[in-house]
């Protein structure tokens, strides 16, 4: 996978790894075939490599910002890993593997929470997709999201949340080409 760094810091080959599979789960999640995401895999490998680059530019601003987060916030993030690691034994054991306190973590939970929260300022004037959006984007898709005989109705709220998904994507794109203008990112180093 390409490499970059942002002010400076490199964007770890982890971070790109994780945008990447985020991206290839988003898709599958929402109709995308394993061929047609396999077939897309170098522009997507790219836009991954973007995403942890946007994803830099945002932490350092939500943390230059000092974006408010409460210790709720901060529970609620912790909580949803607890829950995806099946319970707080767990959850202490993955800690103790990765050489992490439960302190150090909720130190990182707050800075997820606070780019959360920059990002819903952000989106928060996204408009929702509107229907007939919905219906022109399945006819136009309709060999993709027609497969094993679905029919719009089958794939409505997945074509919905793509949409929106992809909108809000947009507004993200346009507030990091903005703080972009403004940083020194370099790729292949």
């Not at 901060?74 to 959850?91: F, I, L, P, T």
């Not at 929702?128 to 719009?152: C, H, K, L, M, Y």
């Amino acid at each position: 996978m390409n490499t970059a760094t942002v002010n400076g810091a490199a964007i770890s080959e982890g971070a790109v790894r994780f945008e990447y599979d985020r991206l290839v789960r988003f898709y599958r999640e929402h109709g995308l075939a394993d061929g047609e995401i396999e077939r897309c895999r170098g522009e997507l490998e790219k836009k991954a490599l973007e995403q942890a680059i946007g994803a830099k530019l945002l932490l350092d601003r939500a943390m230059e910002l000092d974006v408010p987060v409460s210790a709720a916030d901060v529970d609620a993030e912790a909580s949803k890993v607890v829950a995806q690691v099946g319970g707080r034994e767990n959850y202490l054991k993955a800690l103790a593997a990765q050489g992490l306190t439960e302190e150090a973590f909720r130190r990182e939970m707050e800075k997820g929470a606070k780019v959360n929260r920059l990002v819903e300022q952000v989106c928060s004037e996204v408009p929702e997709p509107e229907e007939d959006e919905i219906v022109a984007f399945f006819e136009a898709n309709r060999a993709a999201w027609s497969q094993g005989g679905r029919t719009i109705v089958d794939v409505h709220d997945s074509i919905r949340e793509l949409l929106r998904h992809e909108a809000r994507g947009r507004a993200m794109e346009a507030f990091v080409a903005e703080l972009r203008e403004k940083a020194d990112v370099r790729y292949g180093g």
